[in-house]
């Protein structure tokens, strides 16, 4: 994953836009150093284990399924790559696909971040990197407001459920921290979005022909990035030349 952008649009937003081309040595060295703990947190399993254990569960996906589990992963990666303290698991506790609730809950200096991930194919009508980010933003207001349409339900217990876990090895301030908000939610007190650090993030996958015309695209329209809500905004937009080049990385065991 390669800077092509890094830009401070506010004193509280920052936009990181990143591009994903072929894999080289020194990339999937990167994800062989973190693989295992983005999945399965400090884990026994081996590199080839993990890897085996996400490539039979993409195989299951449909297109967009395996677009959006491959954005997840690889925005996993690029926090950890930035210092940020993974306090989940990629893979959600009852079986091997991603978690559900909120797509990732990191800490930084004993604060929270929630991340969000919206995905799709550069066929796809309409698409743009800022309507994917305007799209995960709302997403994460709608959980932290409790007025998210979707199933899950409290977004809190969930992520309470894998910061828990031995393996992931949160702080205990994180742990608690998360445990008070699930409570909160629980008894109808919800949050406020302006009071919490999100990470927004989209991804477009080109059909194997690179192009910098999405990413160029967001950057003539940054600015109105600048009306979104948040105590920080980490805006991540990704633009990945093809998928299968993971599926090829995890097929090499």
Known sequence: MKV??????APNIELHVMHIGEFDSEYIKKIDEDIVKICEGYSRSSIEEVKKRL??????????GRQGAISEFFIHLFLNNNKYKQDCLFF???DSGPKKGFDGVYSKNNEIFLVESKSGGCSTKNISHL???????????????????RRDGNPWINAYNHA????????EKIIDKIWQLR???????????PDFNLVPCSTIYLNGEWSNLWSDNLLLEKTKLMSLKGKTIKILSVTNKDMNNFMKYLEAV
Do not use: M
């Open 164 to 171: 828990n876990q031995k393996d992931v090895k949160s702080k």
């Open 183 to 193: 409570a909160d939610f629980q008894n109808g007190i919800f949050s406020q979005v």
């Open 131 to 149: 309507n994917k980010i305007r799209e995960s933003h709302s997403g994460l207001e709608q959980y932290l407001t409790g007025t998210s349409i």
């Open 92 to 94: 959600n506790l009852e």
């Open 55 to 64: 490539l039979n569960y993409l195989k299951t996906k449909d297109l967009r």
């Open 4 to 9: 092509y952008k890094k830009e401070r649009l």
